[in-house]
T-cell receptor
Framework: QQPVQSPQAVILREGEDAVINCSSSKALYSVHWYRQKHGEAPVFLMILLKGGEQKGHEKISASFNEKKQQSSLYLTASQLSYSGTYFCGTDNFGNEKLTFGTGTRLTIIP | DGGITQSPKYLFRKEGQNVTLSCEQNLNHDAMYWYRQDPGQGLRLIYY???????QKGDIAEGYSVSREKKESFPLTVTSAQKNPTAFYLC????????????FGPGTRLTVL
């Protein structure tokens, strides 16, 4: 089942902070975050693993609550380049197969 | 440079024709995936392969077929049985580890006329 992302869309001014949430109805093994610009491929941002390990982008942070089956992506001091659609992909079994949410569209304005 | 290539970038097809989308990677990844993305939507898994000569159906495999004869290549055929094939198709690959992520190719935009 597809994870639920919130909000669906958000508009921020440059320098403001954003939080994007991803919630699953099933137990999570890992959560993968991507950003996609219009017409381009998704670009990997961060992976959060069961047990607390994180790997990814140095300017972006995220949390993973295994008990609540949720992950949140934190974008601080947003830049114009942060605009795009953010997707979470969830791995429920540790078998590399990801199920993606419907995305959160982030628009940063000067 | 290591990476994933997809060709062509844009593809137009007449209704009723089969078409094959290419995906090649030189990252030495064992696993490869095909996704479909519709406007304003997330990515939906069509097929995936974790090893050469083996592949599994994803969530929306009907009307599609794949082959995995070489580690580097995972072509997707969109058959005439696919009722609504116009979409953005993305190929991805990953290492055979649950602690590594998937890396995507640039995509092929297929339009059925």
């Amino acid at each position: 089942q597809q994870p639920v992302q919130s909000p669906q869309a958000v508009i921020l001014r440059e320098g403001e902070d954003a939080v994007i949430n991803c919630s699953s109805s099933k137990a999570l093994y890992s959560v993968h975050w991507y950003r996609q610009k219009h017409g381009e491929a998704p670009v990997f941002l961060m992976i959060l693993l069961k047990g607390g390990e994180q790997k990814g982008h140095e300017k972006i942070s995220a949390s993973f609550n295994e008990k609540k089956q949720q992950s949140s992506l934190y974008l601080t001091a947003s830049q114009l380049s942060y605009s795009g659609t953010y997707f979470c992909g969830t791995d429920n079994f540790g078998n590399e197969k990801l199920t993606f949410g419907t995305g959160t569209r982030l628009t940063i304005i000067p | 440079d290591g990476g994933i290539t997809q060709s062509p970038k844009y593809l137009f097809r007449k209704e009723g024709q089969n078409v094959t989308l290419s995906c090649e990677q030189n990252l030495n990844h064992d696993a490869m995936y095909w996704y479909r993305q519709d406007p304003g939507q997330g990515l939906r898994l069509i097929y995936y392969s974790q090893i050469v000569n083996d592949f599994q159906k994803g969530d929306i495999a009907e009307g599609y077929s794949v082959s995995r004869e070489k580690k580097e290549s995972f072509p997707l055929t969109v058959t005439s049985a696919q009722k609504n094939p116009t979409a953005f198709y993305l190929c991805a690959s990953s290492l055979p580890s649950s602690t590594d992520t998937q890396y995507f190719g640039p995509g092929t935009r297929l339009t059925v006329l």
